[in-house]
């Protein structure tokens, strides 16, 4: 059964449910994944975004996900300054992205602690998005479920360790897409789940041989901001 956000479209602030809303679900979804705060951010834009991005609100939109805020949130106007409040520093810059949706953006972040995420991801229209690369690998999943990204080595049994581990803890896979470069080199892994999947879980999976590295977008997120 369809919901009612994908019948009528977002609730938003802004001109623009791809411009706007859109954009700033994807500012939302790289803090996210980031794990924290965000004080750096280069944000490349393409396409469509960087033609009339300005003109829809996209630049603020843009700032306002990656400080946390949802699509309905009365501050997105006002995002430069929300972002100088909260000592967050920001560049725009155009970029030509190769076979990219017309309204894309590649964030690079660097959060309170040093950590860094690069993402690039895309408004698919009526507020929904897609999240095409994490960390220069490819990815496609768009935030409707708990999502884990696993980037490991090629080794016989990672994978079923991750899912033994997630079944062990009644966390139920709603879908998984695995890609690697070579045999035995780096690849990666997309796996979508209907239940939570707790930070202990995560942090296990991370300590796994040949794991390099575990991003994990929680829907609660979301969810929380929301009520």
Not at 108 to 131: H, N, P, R, W, Y
Not at 176 to 205: N, P, Y
């Amino acid at each position: 059964m369809p919901d009612i956000f994908n019948i009528l479209g977002p609730i938003m602030v802004g001109p623009s449910s791809s411009h706007t809303a859109g954009a700033v679900r994807i500012g939302k979804m790289a803090r996210i994944l980031l794990g924290e705060p965000v004080r750096e951010a280069v944000l490349l834009l393409h396409g469509s975004f960087a033609e009339t991005g300005r003109g829809h609100g996209t630049d603020r939109a843009l700032i306002s996900g990656l400080l946390g805020m949802n699509p309905d949130d009365l501050r997105i106007p006002f995002a430069f300054d929300e972002a100088e409040k909260a000592g967050l520093q920001y560049t725009f810059k155009n970029v030509e992205l190769r076979n990219a949706n017309p309204n894309s953006v590649v964030l690079q972040l660097t959060g309170e602690t040093g950590k860094k995420l690069e993402m690039q991801a895309s408004s698919i229209g009526g507020g929904a998005i897609m999240v095409n690369e994490l960390d220069g690998i490819t990815v496609e999943f768009d935030g409707h479920y708990n999502t884990l990204v696993i980037n490991h080595l090629d080794e016989f049994g990672t994978i079923a360790e991750v899912t033994r581990l997630l079944s062990n803890y009644r966390v139920n896979i709603a879908h998984m897409k695995l890609s690697r470069h070579k045999k035995g080199g780096e690849a990666l892994v997309v796996i979508e789940t209907d239940q939570t999947v707790e930070d202990r879980l995560v942090e296990w999976i991370s300590q796994f041989p040949g794991v390099r590295r575990v991003t994990y977008y929680d829907k609660r997120e979301e969810e929380r901001d929301r009520a």
